[in-house]
């Protein structure tokens, strides 16, 4: 009794569902819906026809990252300075085929005026029906003109600025435009992106650590380089800059410290961009007007058609999908599915994210069921399903690439034959067992914030903090190519400017009988050398002062060494190594009395100075001739140009009494000229 009922009650049910199936099919034929007529009304032309009938200016909702809805206003405001009557559509480039839809909304609409059709990014297309104006010249000039991220407004704008012009004025335009891009390319950009922002605050910082750190290190090592560079001239006692004062030395820090305070306050004005886009902030409405637009069409039918877009499905196409969905929601297990077939951009509230869409429109729709997104665009279908017990390893979520992707044949149809692929989701959903726990989708991946999604960093932030480290890194490699620039033109000075002999090669090289050429070389090097190691003298103590001050009484007592005699030349010799001497440590007194060209001397003995004299003199000895005594009357100095011995000139006799006698006979000379 029970299984006859049983079997009763499923052939009441199939029959029911049949007779609800034929009805929905008759329904459908009888009174076909706005969506499924057939008639002009439903097609895109007329859509967009009728729009423009409520108000001269059309922006769809579809893109609110790039061109928010609530940007009508501007368009419109726009639109009016053209003098004739516009029309203005903006929609996605995909949705549309230029000329021919402007032609097809016109003879729809039935009225003159200039149409206009802008995608998300500038002016593509516009045509003048009944009026005068230089369209084609003013779409050229807004493409060549304007680099490709100046946004649709800016566009429009430079657009209608051009459409006003006369004929020849326009065309000239257009032709110096796309004449200048095809010389020097497309207009810089007017926006930079977030890598650039990063570009911007790493060099920001190299340069608030990396310009002051080179202003520290540079300065001080070119001046001291300068100062004792080969063939610098000598520096006088007498004219030795003072100790610097403490606020002198505060100075270079201080400019460098004020250097870092300017670039960090003037980078700001220099790297003044806080957007990487013309695109408007979208306000909440413009994110959800496409989502209401569906929610309130998917309300009256279960399947949507976006109005806006080309039409993928024919009125016998809907009627047999309705019939599909109308049986899977009452079959065992079954329930309601919801057809949106709607553009997937990545400008729109979604950011072309299908599983975002389909989340969005079932919490607004607030029903539970299997959600189908078909892009009539691209022709990709997306299943998703909330709350229906359907097996997860069923057909439904095993489709093949050619029904969810597409395959070459619907690539070249025009209506991606979403009709025919819908119905094999619709089939593979009435295989796909039931379950008794409903399953859904866990929430999406979330999107990036479309209100946010433009602003730049800011500029002291992300890579401005390596930036800092990079630019004292900087400021050191600096250094050290400028160190290393710098010793190459130091060895190229030396060259002509060559160093003075090492002291222990002195008693070898130094001749007996110098020519006056030498003494004035040899005095030359010495006191370059000498102003090299002295500096300013901050170092140097009483001893090298004195000794200092001694050679340059003698150096400058002519107008140049030319003018010098041998033995003061011989006696600038002495004391500029004696006062190097002294700078480096050297506590020696004595020079070499036989030679005094030999440099210190190590002690004194009783010698002969000549070989037919058998008087000895008392001399101090540089070891080379203490070492061979019997060579002394070689090595003996002779000045030219007679070749008498050093010793009987007044100045050098007072060599082999030390440097500080010869100092004092150096000063008391000089004071009775």
């Avoid at 929609?91 to 059709?117: I, N, S, W």
């Avoid at 005068?132 to 600025?161: H, I, K, M, N, W």
């Avoid at 309300?299 to 080309?310: N, T, W």
């Avoid at 960093?457 to 992300?462: D, E, K, Q």
Wanted: charged residues 25%; hydrophobic residues 40%.
């Amino acid at each position: 009794m029970r299984a006859a009922t049983k079997g009763t009650v499923r052939s009441t049910r199939a029959r029911l569902l049949g007779v609800l199936a034929l009805l929905v099919a008759l329904f459908a034929t009888v009174t076909p819906t706005a969506e499924a007529a057939g008639s002009s009304a439903d097609t895109q032309a007329a859509y967009l026809a009728e729009q423009l009938r409520t108000s001269p200016v059309y922006v769809t909702d579809q893109l609110p990252r790039e061109i928010p809805k609530s940007t009508t206003p501007s368009f419109a405001k726009v639109a009016q300075r053209t003098g004739v009557p516009t029309y203005v559509l903006v929609l996605p480039l995909e949705a549309t085929d230029g000329e021919a839809l402007l032609g097809a909304v016109h003879d729809r609409l039935g009225k003159k005026g200039l149409y206009v059709l802008i995608d998300d990014s500038s002016v593509t297309n516009a045509t003048a029906y009944g009026v005068s104006a230089p369209a084609d010249d003013a779409v050229t000039t807004a493409t060549y003109e304007l680099p490709y991220d100046a946004g649709p407004l800016r566009s429009f704008e430079r657009f209608v600025e051009a459409v006003t012009e006369d004929d020849d004025k326009a065309a000239a335009r257009a032709e110096a435009a796309r004449d200048k891009y095809d010389a020097d390319g497309e207009p810089a950009d007017l926006y930079i992106g977030p890598s650039d922002r990063d570009d911007q605050s790493f060099l920001t910082g190299m340069a608030i650590t990396g310009v002051p750190l080179a202003m520290l290190l540079l300065i001080p090592y070119v001046r001291r380089w300068w100062r004792r560079r080969p063939g610098a001239a000598p520096v006088s006692l007498t004219k030795r800059p003072s100790t610097p004062r403490r606020p002198t030395r505060l100075l270079l820090p201080l400019a460098a410290a004020a250097t870092a305070v300017a670039i960090a306050s003037t980078a700001p004005h220099v790297f003044d961009q806080t957007t990487s886009s013309a695109s408007p902030r979208p306000r909440a409405i413009d994110l959800n007007a496409r989502i209401d637009r569906v929610v309130e069409g998917l309300a009256r039918d279960p399947i949507y058609q976006d109005a806006e877009s080309p039409r993928a499905l024919d009125r016998t196409q809907l009627t047999q999908l309705r019939s599909r969905i109308v049986e899977f929601s009452a079959s065992t297990g079954g329930g309601p599915v919801f057809m949106a077939l709607v553009p997937q951009l990545y400008e729109d509230e979604s950011g072309s994210d299908e599983e975002y869409f389909a989340y969005a429109v079932h919490d607004k729709l607030g029903k539970d069921g299997v959600y189908i997104v078909a892009d009539p665009l691209d022709g990709y279908i997306n299943v998703f399903n909330y709350g229906l017990g359907l097996d997860s390893y069923g057909p439904l979520y095993d489709l093949p690439e050619s029904v969810t992707y597409g395959d070459e044949k619907s690539d070249t149809a025009d209506d991606h034959l979403l009709a025919e692929r819908l119905t094999t989701v619709m089939t593979a959903l009435d295989k796909t067992e039931r379950t008794d726990e409903p399953t859904t989708p866990g929430d999406p991946y979330p999107l990036t914030d479309p209100i946010t999604e433009d602003e730049l960093n800011p500029l002291f932030y992300g890579d401005f903090w390596p930036g800092l480290f990079v630019g004292a890194l900087a400021a050191g490699a600096a250094l050290a190519l400028v160190a290393a620039a710098l010793g190459i033109v130091r060895k190229s000075l030396l060259r002509r400017n060559p160093e003075p002999l090492p002291t222990s090669a002195l008693p070898t090289a130094s001749p007996a009988m110098p020519t006056k050429p030498y003494l004035h070389d040899t005095a030359r090097i010495e006191l370059q050398a000498l102003a090299r190691e002295f500096g300013t003298g901050e170092t140097a103590d009483t001893r090298a002062r004195n000794r200092y001050d001694a050679t340059m009484l003698l150096a400058t007592d002519g107008e140049t060494l030319d003018e010098l005699a041998p033995a003061t030349l011989t006696a600038v010799i002495v004391l500029a190594r004696a006062t190097r001497a002294a700078l480096s440590g050297d506590d020696s007194t004595l020079c070499c009395g036989v030679n005094p060209l030999h440099g210190p001397a190590r002690t004194r003995r009783h010698v002969r100075t000549s070989s037919v004299e058998t008087r000895r003199r008392m001399l101090p000895l540089c070891p080379v001739c203490l070492d061979d005594p019997h060579k002394i009357p070689a090595r003996l100095l002779k000045l030219p140009p007679n070749g008498l011995p050093y010793y009987e000139d007044e100045l050098l006799s007072a060599v082999p009494e030390g440097f500080t006698k010869l100092g004092r006979k150096v000063r008391e000379a000089t004071n009775v000229r």
